[in-house]
């Protein structure tokens, strides 16, 4: 089992920046961050995005409307995931998500996902 907490989250105005964290947690010592893991979003009435991957080399992958605003990061030695937001907008805010795979599986698909955290941008 992996147990994901995401903090960080508020609300600041347009062209503001936020620091989410994940803080990660498994059985048996398995540092979750040395696999793939990611960030999600959802806004309201809408399904949820896939904002930003980290696999477990550190290539990242972003979504479009993220590029050159956010940055996703880790820090294995803490198992914790990072999302630094910059220059946001309105149409950031939305629940983001902090998501890992099944442990050990090589794999990007994501199995487990945190409780997410409220992010909300005023214009």
């Known amino acids: 089992q992996v147990q994901l907490v995401e903090s960080g989250g508020g609300s600041v105005q347009t062209g503001g920046s936020l620091r989410l964290s994940c803080a990660a947690s498994?059985?048996?010592?398995?540092?979750?961050?040395?696999?793939?893991m990611g960030w999600f979003r959802q806004a309201p009435g809408k399904e949820r995005e896939r904002v930003a991957t980290i696999d477990k080399d550190g290539t990242t992958n972003y979504a479009d409307s993220v590029k050159g605003r956010f940055t996703i990061t880790k820090d294995n030695t803490k198992n914790s995931l990072y999302l630094q937001m910059n220059s946001l907008k309105p149409e950031d805010t939305a629940m983001y998500y902090c998501?890992?795979?099944?442990?050990?599986?090589?794999?990007?698909?994501?199995?487990?996902w945190g409780k997410g955290i409220l992010v909300t941008i005023s214009s």
């Open positions: 498994a059985a048996s010592g398995y540092t979750v961050t040395s696999d793939c």
């Open positions: 998501a890992a795979p099944v442990p050990w599986s090589g794999s990007c698909a994501m199995a487990y």
